[in-house]
């Protein structure tokens, strides 16, 4: 896969920390779980979700740096909708490097699990396709793949749990089977459903994704 570059001067203004919450959790047995938020949402967004699909666990739930939509965002779009992978590529080692540093810094060695919606999905995949060591696995709600051309690096077997909707307007058909296939020629253990709902995170999304991570 050739990854895209930015110019130096693009590079430069691209924060390396982030707005976020941590929530300790009442079971440190259990896998930290990384929050990352839609086009427009913000730290706090997620962190309820956190609660319905893990109950007690550590969470990190981290605010984008690209301001969108009257919220934030965790890279550029270009204006034509279109995924700017110059963008993604150079925001995924501060954003990498801020999670584990963070996770770190509260005494929690478990690699975490990445929980992405939206915009947060497509992060979400970025990093386990770029860094896989980073997460123990990965729920992608409503993704499409960041990149492309097909990656050539080996993930490992990661689980990782994809969920689309069939009636989500806002992606194409078959936008997250590419993503899954990808996944999977990358080594990942991927579980995909296609649910017969809009974009918006549902209770049906909700329960299989509590009934993966408790099969975890």
Excluded: C
């Excluded at 999670?99 to 992060?123: C, D, K, Q």
């Excluded at 078959?174 to 899954?180: I, P």
């Excluded at 996944?183 to 296609?194: E, F, K, N, P, R």
């Amino acid at each position: 896969m050739t990854i895209p570059t930015l110019g130096r001067e693009d590079r430069a203004v691209i924060p390396s920390a982030y707005f976020h919450r941590f929530i300790p959790g009442t079971s440190p047995d259990k896998a930290p779980v990384v929050m990352l938020h839609g086009s427009g949402g913000d730290e706090h967004t997620l962190v309820a979700l956190a609660a319905e699909l893990s109950p007690g666990a550590p969470t990190l739930s981290l605010r984008g740096t690209v301001e969108i939509d009257g919220g934030f965002a965790f890279f550029h779009r270009r204006p034509d909708r279109s995924l700017d992978e110059a963008d993604i590529v150079a925001r995924l080692p501060p954003l990498a490097q801020f999670i584990n540093s963070v996770l770190i810094g509260h005494g929690l060695s478990r690699p975490p699990i990445a929980v992405g919606f939206s915009n947060g999905a497509i992060m979400a995949a970025a990093l386990l396709l770029t860094r896989p060591t980073l997460f123990s696995g990965g729920i992608l709600l409503r993704p499409l793949s960041p990149f492309v051309a097909d990656p050539s690096a080996r993930i490992g077997a990661q689980p990782i749990l994809i969920i689309d909707g069939e009636k989500d307007s806002r992606r194409s058909p078959g936008d997250g089977a590419r993503l899954a296939e990808r996944l999977i020629q990358s080594g990942a253990a991927v579980t995909h459903h296609v649910l017969p709902v809009g974009h918006a995170i549902t209770d049906m999304d909700k329960q299989i994704a509590r009934d993966w991570l408790v099969a975890r």
